[in-house]
């Protein structure tokens, strides 16, 4: 690897004073941590968005939640055919060795992917049809929640608004056909959550599958 | 999805203080974050694990990294097969969409998807050679830095250590393999960073490729 | 201009020492900020006093902070009468060019603007209220602020503190005379926040509109 | 001032993390700084651009810079009506209060200012002519700096990076205008420098008064 560089002079100086302060704080719990391991309450699945902070939303310190962050918060079905999955493995490591007691699927608005998977399946952009676009194939997981989205008549706005929330939902469907997921849920050693949160208003919202709509928390 | 539960009352309420403090303060910057998009200047690749916090150790807000976090941050190589790659289609977007200035790979003691592949590798661990064990699978795109760590003639303690670090340099490399990620490293609109850090003690290397090993920052 | 003179060569090499490093490791960065135009998050006005540095308090960087510095961080108030005023045309393109969400002004100890300021408003330091006098005129702006301090009995070394902060008060109140400024505060898409900086301790107060006192952040 | 709002939470963490760590290790330096007063060596006058950091180009530490930054780095000229003239009292305080030795002006490449004098002056501005405008009427400065540019027969683009050089040498004459400041000039006790940088290619040029032109450092 020739092609790496130095970090940035300015991370550095910030990390230097973190060690200077929170690290020291916190030392002793982060040596425990070290030495007996993780055991994390929560797995979070979030988007990589700049914009979404999960740990802030939620006051979360180091060993609290197992993050996987990926495009669109998107969860694939349970397709054990040895080719590599990254989120699948995730929630596996999760579920069965970490047996982690919440599973959070946090999706968000202004979601640049699922506005990518809306612009795709209304046609409007091609390029992401391409056997060799990456987020093209990745957001095709969320084309059932667009032919739901779709039989509704909204404007663009309010389906793409929409569509965010199917991503959580998509993404909790498709946990239920992971047989650890499952087996978890049943016994009750797991509970699943849909999150959903705006950001520019700062506002959070949850499925509640009583009245199968989102809601403020 | 019968199977979603309310969000457990402690997150409700450390939300909620959320909203009447940190969003509060900055309620004007993420309006601006929602309405004008996202400009993260650096892209993250992380560990899911839960002792891992970067916006932490880098004194970072809402907008600054876009974060991918998976099992031991592995970037797979290069493979416009059709099918799905979260990581590829994370980085594909960083890339060519957001355009970010650095993507930093960031590895971490204690991981337990590196000590899992480890064991794998050397025989200890049928169960993930298995072609159902998602996280075997995932581990496989280490098995070039186990190759090379076996060389050394290491303890297993040093040896773990030394693939935690194999992690970050085969995902650099893997990197390089995408055509996108090379072509804006070489125009110099991206530069790459292999990072380290030591859960317990606090601690954070970086890859020198002058010397060929990890120091401190 | 006959009169200009190359650089000394301690800055020369100190600026190519930057060249070949600090530039080096973030020049993707520069070059996109280049390119697409800054985008700060916040403007801060503070005093040209050499021991202030804004940038090193906060661990900004490049393109994070759009700095306004005069003596004594003054901001006049509301004048739109067509003569020069640099204060304001500052305010004016933050505020309505850059659309900054904050805007903080910095105060600091040993103030050498606000001393005179003192002394001139206490008769002794008549060269001051010279028509002549740049500076003198420039202080005529914290005369109000003198006003308060003056009516409370302090000892000089407290009044002369008291007015370092006053200056960062009066500064705050004029922003509000500016029509754009008081309406982006009201439409809650910019905030306005009053520090002061403790040069020798290093300390940070802020003003909290609750107590109507500055205390430690 | 009930306007005035907490300091946003991530400026708070960073500022602790200098306190223990910059702070910490040069604590000396700043309680003398504070107990003894500043002595700087020089003057800066730059922009207030966020993507113009004098500090880090010169690798300046506290005390050495005294800094003056509004839009485009101008100074007007010396005009003693007993106005509020902001600029012109700093320039007053660092040269007959401080007795700087050096008295650098700082241009940029993509200075927002200097674009906004193009277009006013050609007549694509409207808005920045009328007398309310701040922006327009402190780049009022500049018009003799275009009416030269405007006689080369330039590209825009070529016009706007010369005019950007201009706000340079128009601030150089406008502070030989200034009798203290001359006065100094002439008995060798102050040194003028004119100075520009390039952002994106972190260039630094600058005038040599034998060729009359910008050149690299």
Redesign the interface.
Known sequence: ????????????????????????EN?AW??R???E??R?RA?VISC??????V?????AD??????????AN?V?PYE???????????????VT?LKVS?L?VLGH??C??VKGCYDMCSGKAPALEE?????G?????LRPGFDRVSERGLSEEAATSALEKEAV?VS??NL?TFPFVREA?ESEEL?????WT?????G?Q????GTREFGP?
């Not at 509970?191 to 999150?195: A, E, N, P």
Request: hydrophobic share 35%; with cysteine.
């Open positions: 690897m020739n092609h790496a560089r130095p970090l940035p002079g300015y991370l550095v100086t910030r990390y230097h004073g973190w060690k200077a302060t929170t690290y020291a030392s982060y040596r941590l070290a030495s391991g993780q994390p797995m990589c968005d700049s914009r979404v902070h740990t802030s939303i939620f006051g180091q060993g609290e939640f197992f993050i996987h962050r990926n495009i998107l694939p054990p055919d040895g080719n590599q999955h990254g989120t699948s493995a995730a929630v596996e490591y999760a060795a919440h959070i608005s202004s640049g992917g056997k060799s676009s990456f987020v194939r990745w957001m095709d997981l939902l909790l469907e239920m849920v509970s699943l959550h849909g999150l705006d950001i520019g208003e700062g959070l949850y499925f509640d599958p928390v």
